[in-house]
């Protein structure tokens, strides 16, 4: 193969248009933006967690998930709260609103994951063996085990 990182570029990124027109797709129907919706799964997986660890666990910069709660606090999915022993730090946890929309959001059907689901199961195991090592590399082994850990839970609780 001549070009083998256009080859690569152009399949990851179409791979990833699929996935994110429907996560998007998804959220909008909810009334909610797409990082609104990642910021609820995670919130929903760790029930109370700091700012700094939810920039961490969804991949986006502090400033930006400060803005995202800002408005989600707005909305009433999110509640804020500050402990006693260190007023500084910020707890996030979900309403009984952004529970709701969690839920809703938990039983919306991706055609990327159908695909996934009817692929060779020894192919899929690998596929996501490659994901799972590739985030490694990138964004280190405490994320890739939290990623590991957090699946084993059921979002339609």
Do not use: C
């Not at 996560?23 to 700012?51: C, F, N, P, R």
């Amino acid at each position: 193969m001549e070009n083998q990182l256009h080859y690569i570029m152009n399949h990851m990124r179409a791979a990833f248009k699929v996935l994110d027109k429907e996560w998007q797709m998804a959220a909008k129907d909810l009334g909610i933006t797409q990082a609104e919706q990642h910021i609820l799964w995670i919130v929903y997986l760790e029930k109370s967690i700091t700012l700094t660890k939810l920039a961490e666990l969804s991949l986006l910069d502090i400033s930006t998930v400060a803005q995202v709660l800002t408005r989600m606090t707005k909305k009433e999915l999110v509640i804020q709260t500050k402990k006693n022993q260190d007023r500084r730090v910020t707890y996030v946890s979900l309403s009984p609103e952004g529970k709701n929309i969690l839920h809703t959001s938990s039983t919306y059907e991706y055609q990327f994951w159908n695909y996934m689901k009817e692929m060779d199961p020894n192919k899929r195991a690998q596929f996501m063996s490659i994901v799972s090592d590739m985030n490694k590399h990138f964004y280190g082994n405490s994320f890739v085990e939290w990623v590991e850990k957090t699946s084993k839970k059921s979002i339609a609780d």
